[in-house]
Nanobody, 123 residues
């Protein structure tokens, strides 16, 4: 059974930083691309960042480029999202997802999803 478990969310002031880990189990982690998506209240889920199976390729949403960094540790079956210079508009539930082997930006490319972790940014 595949499980993706996000953690690291919380309440943070604007300008602060968070690191979101996602722990994967039940799959051959090193063979899967990993993505981060988010969904704010009343809005559709949107792509945030993705990393290929090897870590050699990454993609970022324009809104987060330069502030967010995705990375992975295939030895530990973890993917991380480092979030810096947080803004109130970053408030959302953040989800990690696994699927394919390239850093896809569309949610339909991912087969497995976590339950999400809440990030709230106060102004």
């Amino acid at each position: 059974q595949v499980q993706l478990v996000e953690s690291g969310g919380g309440l943070v002031q604007a300008g602060g930083s968070l690191r979101l880990p996602c722990a994967a189990s039940g799959l051959t982690f090193s063979r899967y691309a990993m993505g981060w998506f988010r969904q704010a209240p009343g809005k559709e889920r949107e792509f945030v960042a993705a990393i290929s199976w090897s870590g050699g390729a990454t993609n970022y949403a324009t809104s987060v480029k330069g502030r967010f960094t995705i990375s992975r540790d295939n030895a530990k079956n973890n993917v991380y999202l480092q979030i810096n210079s947080l803004k109130p508009e970053d408030t959302a539930v953040y989800y990690c997802a696994a699927g394919g082997n390239y850093a896809y930006t569309r949610g339909s490319a991912y087969n497995y999803w976590g339950q999400g972790t809440q990030v709230t940014v106060s102004s």
